[in-house]
């Protein structure tokens, strides 16, 4: 037994975080700014990507000479925030996902350290963008949103204090289309964050119905569902899973959905599977799914794919590995089981991010799943979060990931074989269309199947 | 004159000595190591019982890690608990080797892998004098830093390459050179060691600081234990349990 046996099979990769990132606010940090530690914090930064950004030559920039024309300024810096901008100027410089900073005061609200009650709380809505506007997307069942009369389709001006017209002007005023996406990707999650972030925040939603009747609806928010998940130094996060079992006068389909790719996944997808197992096809939701533990990939894909192929390649500046499926032949209670072998539908949208873009790519290009829904936010690169001399948090991209078909998602997001956009009529009418054509997928062959007499469950 | 190569990890840098003095036998440095650290220390014993930390620093990581080890009939497992991440554990029982971790649950490793994990799990390694090594060569003079020494290359007979540096001054290895193989891929991976110590009558690095996938990993050993392990705590992972009963 020695030291290298027991560094050998440390699974570092999964390690890797990738995650688009929710936003939350705090309170101005009140300390004197320490300009020697701003100025080790930006040259904390700057090694970091200059010793592990997957590509060497930093997409053709002087990463020197960006270095050199921007320290003096931080040298001279009378504010975090000069350092910060700085740092978020390199991102900028390399115009990726995945590079982010959040300062000290915030990661440690939302990490609970202040005094602000941190339980989760949430009123029950999602938003979106339609056709350049923000709509109310989704109404939890039960939520107090429903119960205050809040629907789908409807156009939201204001979330909280949060006017949402200057947002989508700023969104609006951006020429190039991935950073106008970005932005309204963050537009979106903002104002999510504004709805309800801990529970018993009162919230104020103002919005316009189906026939322009303005609404100005206040709710307490409640408990969110889920549990509080710590992983490495970020804050934590609320894990939900849920399924659902869509009967039918030929058996039923199910339907699975997460929020972020944490390690409680796969226990919590052992018990989803034992309730949904036997039905003929299956619509795994990842819409609003931020991403998370790229790790995870590997464990989750095992769950409806019965052998260990390749889910793409993560290649650094050291290596190239293989995000290999990892068939779940047992529970984590220890049963034989067998990978699902029904019909697979994936349901995406715009906040379909990193994890769950590489999970849906890989999952279609081996010819395991058909994907519905909108096409992903496109931030799909490998990183690694750690924290700056003077406390900030610190994510930065470390490999480039290409899906089993070579491509790459960053940029471009994974385009649904079915693009079912959201529209505000059939919101309006209650209607979530792309489920409704992913249950009708997942369900229709295997009626067939069943028809002709043969197994219901081939692969698609 | 070949060419030599400039590494630099964790602002440590690794340069080679410029000049043609005649390089010592690699069984010779060998030799010395295992007697420096008295490799052969484990003879004699049943079984073995190592608790260490590993931190990973840039990521504000630290678990605590045990392994134990069974030398007759060859069985091992390695326990490391992450704060917030769960348990991974991986074992060997000599057959089969198997992992599980809360990223991708149970699995066994492939049969083309486990030549390498036999190797491993052999305590005569640590001599660099067991017959898994078919061959050794010193291949160059260089510096880690401040600390000269000797750079051998290794042949295993599962074909893989590593590469151990022996101090020109004490014998000890200062770091070694290898590929982590798993099905995922291969990664290349520095080790720097440092602060030997006497544990249980042999010599061995307190202090592990590894350079792996971008990322340094530092692993102190606390302590180490001779035949305190329990046959019992060889007993599979339920999960683990079911793949190996199904595995035909």
Redesign the interface.
């Known amino acids: 037994?020695?030291?290298?046996?027991?560094?050998?099979?440390?699974?570092?990769?999964?390690?890797l975080y990738a995650c688009g990132g929710r936003t939350t606010v705090a309170a101005p940090d009140a300390r004197p700014y320490d300009a020697a530690l701003g100025l080790a914090s930006f040259d904390t930064a700057w090694s970091?990507i200059n010793?592990?950004y997957y590509d060497s030559t930093f997409r053709g920039i002087d990463w020197v000479g960006l270095r050199d024309s921007l320290r003096p300024g931080v040298a001279r810096a009378a504010q975090p925030d000069e350092m910060r901008r700085a740092i978020r100027t390199l991102f900028d410089r390399l115009g990726e996902s995945h590079f982010m900073i959040v300062p000290s005061e915030i990661a440690q609200a939302m990490r609970g350290d202040s005094t602000r009650p941190s339980e989760p709380g949430t009123i029950g809505v999602g938003f979106r963008m339609v056709d350049g506007k923000v709509m109310v997307s989704s109404v939890e069942p039960g939520s107090v949103a429903e119960q205050a009369g809040v629907r789908r389709g409807w156009i939201v001006e204001r979330v909280g204090r949060r006017e949402v017209a200057p947002l989508l002007a700023a969104q609006r005023a951006l020429d190039d289309p991935t950073a106008a996406r970005r932005a309204a990707m963050q537009l979106v999650l903002r104002l999510e964050a504004s709805a309800g972030t801990y529970l018993g925040d009162t919230v104020t939603l103002v919005a316009r119905d189906g026939g322009g009747k303005r609404h100005a609806v206040t709710m307490v928010a409640t408990e969110a569902p889920g549990q509080l998940v710590?992983?490495?130094?970020l804050p934590p996060q609320q894990f939900h899973l849920a399924h659902r079992r869509y009967a039918d006068a030929a058996g039923c389909v199910g339907w699975v959905h997460f929020n972020t790719w944490m390690?409680p996944v796969?226990p919590a997808l052992d018990r989803a599977m034992d309730s949904v197992r036997d039905c003929r096809g299956l619509v795994l939701d990842l819409r609003g799914n931020l991403g998370g533990?790229a790790?995870?990939l590997?464990?989750v894909s095992?769950f409806f794919v019965d052998t260990?192929v390749s889910l793409g390649t993560l290649t650094?500046?050291?290596?190239?590995?293989?995000?290999?499926v990892?068939p779940?032949?047992?529970?984590?209670?220890?049963?034989?089981v067998v990978p699902y072998g029904g019909r697979l539908a994936i349901l995406v949208d715009p906040l379909s991010a990193s994890a769950s873009e590489l999970f849906t790519a890989g999952m279609r290009d081996i010819g395991r799943a058909r994907v519905f829904g909108d096409t992903t936010a496109g931030e799909a690169l490998p990183a690694?979060?750690?924290?700056l001399p003077n406390g900030d948090l610190f994510m930065h991209v470390?490999a480039d990931f290409h899906a089993p078909n070579g491509a790459r998602i960053e940029a471009t997001g994974v385009v649904p074989d079915e693009v079912i956009p959201l529209r505000r009529a059939t919101l309006l009418r209650g209607e979530d269309a792309p489920l409704a054509a992913a249950l009708a997928w997942a369900g229709r062959t295997a009626v067939q199947a069943a028809a002709r007499g043969t197994s219901p469950g081939g692969q698609p | 004159m070949k060419t030599r190569s400039l590494v630099v990890l964790a602002g440590m840098s690794l340069l080679p000595v410029t000049g043609s003095a005649q390089l010592p036998a690699a069984k010779d440095l060998i030799q010395k190591w295992a007697t420096a650290v008295n490799a052969s220390g484990w003879k004699g014993h049943k079984s073995?019982r190592?608790v260490?930390t590993?931190d990973?620093p840039?990521?504000?990581?630290s678990a605590k890690?045990e392994?134990i080890?069974m030398y007759a009939p060859a069985m091992?497992i390695?326990k490391?608990d992450f704060p917030?991440?769960?348990e991974?554990r991986?074992g060997f029982d000599g057959k089969t080797a198997w992992?599980t971790?809360?990223?991708?649950?149970?699995?066994i490793v492939?049969d083309s892998l486990l030549g390498a994990q036999r190797e491993?799990?052999d305590?005569d390694?640590?001599s660099r004098m067991s017959a898994a090594i078919t061959s050794s060569e010193t291949i160059e003079k260089t510096k880690l830093n401040d600390t000269e020494c000797y750079k051998v290359k290794h042949t295993w007979k599962s074909g893989r390459v590593t590469h151990d540096c022996f101090s020109v001054a004490d014998g000890y290895i200062v770091w070694?050179q290898?590929k982590?193989t798993?099905?995922?891929?291969?990664?290349?991976?520095v080790?720097m060691?440092s602060a030997y110590k006497d544990y249980g009558g042999v010599k061995?690095?307190t202090t592990?600081s590894?350079e792996?996938?971008?990322?340094q990993?530092i692993?102190t050993?606390q302590s180490w234990e001779w035949d305190t392990v329990d046959p019992k705590e060889f007993e599979l992972?339920?999960?683990?349990?079911?793949?190996v009963?199904?595995k035909p």
């Open positions: 037994m020695t030291s290298r046996a027991l560094i050998l099979r440390l699974p570092l990769l999964g390690l970091r010793a592990t710590k992983y490495l130094q390690l796969l533990v790790g995870l590997m464990g095992g260990a650094s500046r050291q290596t190239t590995l293989r995000y290999l990892n779940r032949r047992a529970t984590s209670r220890g049963e034989s690694a979060v750690s924290r470390i | 073995a190592m260490a590993v990973l840039a990521m504000g990581m890690t392994a080890q091992s390695q490391t917030g991440m769960g991974m991986m992992m971790n809360p990223m991708m649950g149970a699995s492939p491993e799990a305590p390694n640590y070694s290898s982590a798993s099905p995922m891929g291969e990664v290349e991976m080790q060691f061995r690095a592990t590894t792996q996938a971008g990322q990993i692993i050993l992972p339920a999960d683990v349990k079911a793949l009963t199904k």
